[in-house]
Every structure is written in C-alpha cells, then in structure tokens.
C-alpha cells in the first residue's frame, strides 16, 4: 500500500518566521492559511477536515483542535491536534494526507503553528519525554545531546576534530548563504567559517552557529485527491509521493554494534520513504532536499543516513559543495532550520512550503533549476531516541 | 556519600550477610522518611533487613555504632552495617564554616573474622548545649567556644573516658590509640593528659585535613586507626554531644590481613583542591542564584512511580543478557527481554564499570557546577544508558573513558522539597597514595 500520486498539494502558505513580537499564534496561523486559501483558490468553507502540529499548547492554541479552529473560523469540520516533537509538523501533513487518500475527505487542511517567544526567557521550553525524565533522565537538552553525536562520529570515522568542525562550519555557511535569499526566513545574514569557528562555545564541541535559532512561525497546506486538484485548476498539480513518520523503540540504545555515530531509525524511514515514493537513486532523483539541521552535525549525519553520502563522507561531501545550492543536491535552499527558523510544530510544514515552492517554479532568486523530486526531514527527539519523518513531493507524472 | 562509605566498605568487607542498617546523620535529606531505606535500597540489600535511623547530635555516628554492636552480638552471624553521613550547615563567613567539612564512614558490624573487638562502650548523657539547630533553622548555631571547651570537653569527656577504662578494667597507660574529635586544636592531647592516655596515643583529628565532619568524624578517624593498626592495640573512640559516648576496641589478628578498597589515606591524597569560594557558596545554596533562566526547574516527583521502579532507579537493576551483551531497564524490561529472546538474568548495574560511548559538555544548560557532562555509557558486560556524568572536567572526557556509577542527586523538588536520588557515572580516577603515587 502507498499513498504515492494519491493526494495532490493545492495550496501552501507560510508565515514570516521569526521573534514575532507582533503576533500571537492566531494570527501566525492566519498569515499562513490566508497564503494557502489563494494560493489553493478555494474558501475555507471547503475544507472538511484539518490536522494540527503544535508541541508547546501551554503557549499556543491549546491541547485541542478548539484554538486553531477558532482562531481560522474553520467551518465545524474535525480537527485533530497531533504532537510529535520536532516531527509534528510532518504529523499533521500525513494526518491530512491519509485523510485526503482514503477517500473520506475530499479537501483535508494541515497546519502547525508554533508560538516559543513568550516564555520570557532565551532557548526552547522545556518539553517532557513522561515520567522517566523526572525521576532518571540526564540533564540533557539539545545541544547537549546532539553534540554527542559529533564526538561519536569523530572516534568512529577517526577524523580530528578541526576537520568535523570546518564541515559543521560549511553547513551553517551554506544555510546562511541560502537564507539571505528568503524574505520570510528569521536570519537573513552571510556569515564566514572564521566567524563559526571563533564562536562561543555551546555545549562541546557544537558553537553558537552549528545550533539553530528560536523562533515563531506557522505554515500550512491543502491538500486534496488529483482529480479535484485539476477541478479547481491545477492542470499539473504536485502530488504527495510518501510520508514516513516513524518512532524508535529503543532499538539504538539496545544495539551493541550501535556506536551513537549514525541514526539507525532516520536509516529505516528513508528505505521506506524512497520504496514508496518508487526513487531507486535518491542521490540522482532528488532535486532539493530540507532536512532537520537543528544542528549542523544533525545535517551532516543525515546525509549519510538518508543515503545521500557514503557513510563517514559526509564531511568531504559538504565541503565539497555538493549541498550548496549550485551543488548536486541543494540542501536547505531557504536557509533551513538554521536560518529560515524553528517553530517546533511547524517546521515539517515550512519544509514541504520550500518543496513545494521549488517544483511550482515560484522561489524567486532561491528558484532552482528542474526540480521534479523533492524530500523533506524531521528528527524529533534526540539521535538515540527520535521521530523521524519524511516526505517526499514531486511532479506528477 | 553515605552509599558511596558503604559500598566502599562492604566490596572491602568481600561477602557479607547484613540484617541491620544504622544510619547517622543531623543532616539528612528527610525529616519524614526513613534515610536509612534510602542507603539500603541504593546498595541493593535484601528487604527483609531492619533500618533504622540516628540522627540530632554530633555523637550520633558512635551511637549508631554502639546498637550495632549489640545488634550483632544478639544476632549471631549476621552483619550490621553502620554509616555515618554528615554535611554541617553553616552560615558564609562563620568559624564553622572554616572548620566544617563533609564527609560520611561505613563500618561493617559482625562476630565472624572482626579486624576489632568491642571491648566496652560507656555512655553518659548530660544536656548540655554547645550548639544547636532548631527545627526551622537552616543553619547551627553555638555558644562561646571558651566556654564549650572549659564547661563541656574538659570536664565532661574525661569523666566519661574515666568510667569506661573503669568498667573495662583497662589502664589509661594501655591505651594505644586515642580518638576525640572536639573542637579545638590540642583537644585530644590535652584529654589524653587529663585522662592519663599516653601522648603518643592521641591521634590527629585530621581537622585541617578535611575538616570537622561532625557525627561521621568519630567513624571516620576509627576507620583511619583500623586501617593502620597492629593486632592487639587498644583503640578507645569517643564523641562528644549533649554528654559523651565512648567505645574501648582491641584490634584483632585479622587487621593484619584487612585491606580496605580505598582507604581514608587514599581518599585525602585523591582530593581535589578547589579554591573557588564562590563556587563553594552556590553548592551550598547559600547564594540565591538563577536556577532558573532557561524556564522553570520545578518537577515533581512522582512517588507512586517512583515505586513501581525502585529497583531500577535505587539500585541500578535492570535484566542483562550476557550473550547478547543488551540490558534492559524499568517497567518495560520484563516485556522487552521476552522478546529479545536471550537468556537475561536480574542485576544490578551500580557497581559496574562501564566505558563513554559519547559524551557532550554543556555550557548554555543552567548548572550549579557548569559544564554539564553527560554521556552515552556501555557497561563492560554490555548494556547502555544515557546519563549526567559527575566529577568530570570536559578537558579530560573522551570516547573510551572509564566511568563508574555513583549515587547522586538527581534533582530536588522546588516547591515540595523532596530530593532525588539516581545514579551519576564518575570518571575512574587511580587510587592515591599519601607519598603521591598511584595504587
């Protein structure tokens, strides 16, 4: 069973991301759905159904569908609020999507929106993994835990650590290059290797640029079968081709031959994202890729966990520019996590808005050239116990 | 530290069958909960063993172990275990303070293969108040030192020290090693003579050494003196607090043969200097520092689940297969070695050593001791768990380093007190000598 070409995207919208000092997320997700409505060229009174991505609902629209459905006059229609970490977004676009394919809706809306700067303090709220975190877990936040994985992937593929931090540097520059070109991404600023190498140190050996911001946004898409895509005028409509969300069950920390390098559960999601999807060769196939590079080292790892990069060449890979926007397989062509910001619950969202954006043609001076396919990547939770989501769009042909 | 004095002190002792637990403290974390459960369940002892609790004065350490004693010798060949644990609250800048250290003593009490007999134990209790804490006091508070040392030590000690060589029928003369540790430089020397102790039995209170720990310092110093002793020597301990309670000990053949895993010597060469008396003021908690600018920190403490994973959080057990070198932990462990098929067996990890997997220093995370160290860990006989390293310097952490558990906080509850006790894993670090060598 696949959902490949069943369900076709006819509209998207995304808010500007950012310190959003000007809004609460009402009307972040109404910036995002009014986008949508046109861009789709229906009234909100067609939509049937939605689903909602949020992780923090003490900060935003609440534990229900009631906030976001009141705060878009959505038209008494189901509405689901999912959560799943930093995979939230991508939870609600399969919600909406398996909707839309099983025939039971014939226009299905999903949306996230993700509200973080009204905490009064810097850094992300605290998120609870349940009971186990109060009574055993380390203290470990992001930061902390993703930089495990840079000292891992340096004992296991014996490369000094000057070199992971040049490649991990690349990452940000890249992602900064590409950010400028955004209008909508919260950092719009080049920055240089020197600068990512001289900055403070946040937890070791990750600096101020291998961690992306925090920020306010939300974005959404409709969704709906193709052959009412073509009734509402869209002749070629890009079509959903897979969606993988999957979790891990504990499977890394209980595996000897697991050496904290690699990510064992992005590795199956993307075998089963590419099946579904029909790709045989990703690294020739995928036209831009958004991945979750809530750290540089996250970005590097996945390369090679998505197949993209031999495993322990994803450091020469990005050095050598094969992510880079001119590169073989632009990566984060908005900025990414990194620049284009990280609104929790809806980052998959804003990921599959570039996707989406680069196969209609409409990216402006980011716009690539002949992008038929294209994948985008979450990693919520931590590299030995995470969500991994993937979605892959494309041409529908 | 008083799980960590007894875990030294019982892989010291080699087997041993203990039914009893005494634990001393005037600063223990719960007035309302037994702390002695805390101890035992750390170190994985049977549930059928008694607890029991002695705290509110500076003797209290010896007083535990006179029970013990007595415990022992009605029990026959099950063991007591005794440990002292002492952080003394002192205000910034107060004598206390300077003079105070903290520290805990473990001691195993049997009648099988002892490196000392219990000669006698003599007991007087007079309520006299040198110092105090009240119920709701956070700190001690003492009267004149001149008058302690005239009213109280001078004229209470050697009373109670004359009584116990009296009922003992021993000599003062024949005393070979003196313990009192009452504050004071020249204390102990001074009640030697007053009391007609040789000279040379007077033993150095170890005071400037690592400070006056209160109810664990009698222990403390008697581990000391039963690390170095000769069969035969007379060892009289004696602690001082509303009265005196003193105990005589004969060292036996065995203390020949008795070789602690690591011994006072070598946790007082092993020390760390840390100079750094702001850092000392925000362990304390005698500063109000920002714990919480990165969100709130309050999160309590689930008891009820707690409970249901005690094992796993007091004592580290979870189920381990040796074969496929995987462990389980908590309440899906059962489910998932079923499963997994192997032949998985109950064990405790907390003695285990274990080497990092990766690790990571956290310098933005709020921490009253920044970095923040944690790792991924994997036992030596396999098994993995991701957890806060302790006593780590980031500079020293790599891939590979040796760690091994130690029971720590794990957090305290803002609003409802509680604290939290789960295991640390602590870089292996040589055992010291005095002359500065490595064991």
């Keep these: ?397 | 530290m008083a799980v960590a004095a007894a875990n030294n002190c019982l892989r010291g002792a080699g087997q041993s069958s203990v039914d009893s637990v005494y634990f001393a403290s005037p600063s223990a974390p719960f007035k309302l909960r037994l702390n002695s459960s805390i101890v035992a369940s750390a170190l994985g002892l049977d549930e059928s063993i008694s607890a029991v609790d002695i705290g509110s004065s500076r003797r209290s350490g010896i007083s535990a172990l006179v029970q013990a004693g007595h415990q022992a010798a009605a029990s026959g060949d099950r063991d007591a275990l005794v440990v002292a644990s002492d952080i003394p609250p002192n205000r910034a800048g107060t004598a206390g303070e300077l003079i105070s250290g903290d520290a805990a003593a473990a001691l195993l009490v049997g009648s099988e293969n002892v490196i000392a007999e219990i000669v006698a134990s003599y007991c007087e209790t007079v309520d006299f108040v040198d110092a105090y804490q009240g119920a709701t006091d956070d700190t001690g508070h003492q009267w004149e030192d001149r008058w302690i040392r005239d009213e109280g030590i001078f004229k209470l000690i050697p009373r109670a020290i004359n009584k116990l060589l009296e009922k003992s029928g021993i000599s003062a003369a024949s005393i070979d090693r003196f313990i009192c540790p009452a504050p004071g430089n020249g204390t102990t020397a001074k009640l030697a003579k007053m009391t007609g102790i040789s000279a040379e039995a007077a033993l150095d209170n170890l005071f400037l050494a690592c400070g006056d720990s209160r109810c664990a310092h009698p222990l403390l110093l008697l581990c000391h003196a039963l690390e170095n002793a000769e069969p035969g020597q007379l060892i009289l301990v004696s602690a001082f607090g509303q009265g005196t309670e003193a105990m005589l000990f004969r060292a036996t053949q065995v203390c020949r043969d008795f070789k602690p895993r690591i011994s006072v010597d070598n946790m007082l060469a092993g020390g760390a200097e840390e100079t750094n008396y702001f850092k000392y003021l925000v362990f304390r908690d005698r500063v109000d520092w920002d714990k919480e600018s990165r969100g709130p920190v309050d999160s309590p403490t689930l008891l009820s689940s707690a409970y249901r994973d005690r094992q796993f959080l007091n004592n580290l057990r979870g189920l381990h297969c040796a074969e496929t070198r995987q462990a389980f932990f908590g309440n899906e462990a059962d489910y998932k070695a079923r499963q997994s098929g192997g032949d998985f067996q109950e064990k405790s990890f907390a003695d285990s050593t274990a080497t990092i997997l990766s690790w990571s220093a956290n310098y933005l995370g709020v921490s009253l001791d920044p970095a923040i160290c944690t790792g991924i860990i994997e036992f030596d006989e396999g098994g993995r768990l991701i957890v806060d390293l302790t006593e780590a310097d980031p500079q020293g952490l790599s891939v590979g380093t040796a760690v091994e558990m130690s029971y720590r906080i794990h957090g305290v509850d803002a609003s409802k007190g509680f604290t939290r006790y789960f295991w640390k894993a602590k870089p292996v670090v040589p055992v010291k000598t005095p002359a500065g060598g490595e064991q």
């Design chain 1, 1 to 397: 069973m696949s959902i490949r070409d069943k369900v076709a995207v006819i509209g998207m919208g995304c808010s500007r991301f950012g310190e959003r000092w000007d809004c609460g997320p009402e009307l972040l997700a109404l910036e995002a759905f009014s986008e949508a409505l046109q861009d789709a060229n229906i009234d909100a009174s067609q939509l049937q159904a939605a689903w909602f991505g949020s992780t923090n609902p003490e900060l935003g629209l609440g534990r229900s569908g009631i906030g976001i459905s009141t705060a878009l006059a959505l038209p008494h229609i189901p509405v689901t609020r999912v959560e799943n970490f930093c995979a939230s977004g991508t939870e609600a676009f399969r919600g909406a999507v398996y909707a839309v394919a099983s025939g039971a809706v014939d226009i299905a809306l999903a949306i996230g929106v993700e509200k973080l700067k009204d905490t009064g303090y810097g850094g992300l709220p605290l998120s609870g993994l349940g009971v186990k975190e109060k009574h055993s877990s380390a203290t470990a936040d992001g930061p902390g835990i993703f930089a495990q994985l840079a000292h891992a992937y340096m004992h296991v593929h014996g490369i000094k650590r000057k070199d992971l931090k040049r490649a991990m540097a690349q990452v940000s520059v890249k992602s900064h290059a590409n950010g400028v070109n955004n209008p909508k991404a919260h950092l719009r600023r080049e920055i240089t290797e020197e600068m990512v190498l001289k900055a403070p140190v946040i937890a070791d050996p990750l600096g101020l640029f291998d961690c992306c911001g925090v920020s306010d946004g939300s974005a959404c898409a409709i969704l709906a079968r193709p052959e009412i895509a073509r009734e509402l005028g869209k002749t070629n409509p890009i079509t959903v081709k897979a969606v993988q969300v999957i979790a891990s069950n504990g499977s890394e920390l209980e595996n000897p031959d697991w050496k904290a390098a690699s990510l064992p559960t992005v590795e199956i999601a993307a075998k089963k994202a590419y099946e579904e999807a029909g790709i045989s060769n990703p690294r020739s196939e995928l036209g831009v890729i958004e991945v979750h590079d809530c750290f540089s080292i996250t970005e590097l790892v996945l390369m090679e966990a998505l197949g993209l990069s031999d495993v322990g060449r994803a450091p020469h890979d990005i050095l050598d520019g094969k992510y880079n926007a001119d590169g073989s397989i632009p990566c984060q062509t908005d900025g990414g996590l990194k620049c284009f910001g990280h609104p929790i619950g809806a980052s998959g969202l804003r990921m599959i808005y570039e996707v989406y954006k680069q196969l209609s043609g409409d990216c402006g001076e980011r716009q690539l050239t002949d992008v038929r396919l294209g994948l985008t990547h979450n990693l919520g939770g931590s590299p030995p116990s995470n969500v991994t989501s993937i979605a892959i769009l494309g041409q529908n042909n």
